[in-house]
């Protein structure tokens, strides 16, 4: 199992001891460092700057927005990057969900979601293999346009620059069990939001018999600390903003997910409190359990023996939301 570090978007500015971290965990061995971006900073100009202060670390966005830019767009950030940082580009993307994609990009959001899903990473494969002109019938993605309000003139054009890697890895941010499988039939690997090492059954049918290769990179907390139930406040903080407030009351993809991993009344609960207002209450209404088997928190020693059920399971890559560079050594250290 590939250790990562997951640096996420940022908050109200940019965070002074990011390109710090991420050097830190390439002088540790680290094989990746990951951006993310929300309704603030992107993905892709913070990971450029990243880039240009390491040498081998891989660059992934966990994940780019597919609202956000055009499919050809996306292709286009990414192939430019690649050869910026010598081939180190891991492509992630994700769809969002309703109220950021139609409150924030002003885009309606697809009816089908697996069907636009589908068709954009098909159109990013057309542009990184470059084979021919971009051609995709799309019903959310066509390449040219032929709507009834086009002009009607649309080309089908294949890219100027020729990219540095035609299989240039793309990874899907998924929680569905339709969109996971589907996941592992079009991308190179897939980007789950909650992890957990002894509930690995909630997501077997979906994933199925997966192809060499194929990359499982979950995120989760980490800290090394000597009280357990203060190191999980931060996840816990995080836990009720997503599933509390991260989509509407009746559709809501985090709590949903929470819901299938077992914890359905626990996640309505959470979801009531914080449209209610009472966010503080929200986070606290989180159970300890749920948050402690998605992150690794607490002494060495502990970290040490819940790392291994991680380790035994099918993930790949770990990528680790952790806040100080003691924390990813001792992560270092017990995963070599």
Known sequence: MRLGLALGYWGRGPDPDH??????AERLG???????????????????????????IGLGTAVAQMAARAPTTTAMHALTLDHLSGGRVLLGLGLSGPQVVEGWYGRPFPKSPLTATREYVEVVRQVLRREGPVEVAGRFHA??????????LGKALKPITHPLRAGLPVLLGAEGP?????TTRIADGWLPLYWSPTRTAVYE????????????????RAKVCDDVAEGLLPVKAMLGFYIGGMGHAA????????????????????????????????????PDAFADEISLVGPRERIAERLA??????????LVLAPDPHTLRVLAELNS
């Open 30 to 56: 680290y094989d990746s460092v990951w951006t993310a971006e929300a309704w603030g900073s992107d993905a892709f100009t913070t990971l450029t700057w990243i880039a240009a202060r390491t040498s081998r």
């Open 205 to 220: 049918a979906s994933l199925g018999d997966l192809r060499e290769g194929f990359m499982i990179a979950p995120m989760a």
């Open 251 to 286: 559709r809501n993809f985090h709590a949903d997910l929470m819901a299938r991993m077992g914890y359905e009344e626990e996640a309505r609960q959470i979801q009531e409190l914080f449209l209610a207002g009472r966010r503080e209450e929200a986070a606290l209404a989180v």
């Open 178 to 182: 339709r969109n996971i499988a589907q």
């Open 143 to 152: 390449h040219p346009y032929r709507g009834a309000d086009g002009a009607g």
């Open 309 to 318: 059920l991680w380790r035994a399971g099918p993930v790949t890559d770990l």
């Open 19 to 24: 390109v710090a971290l991420a050097q830190e």
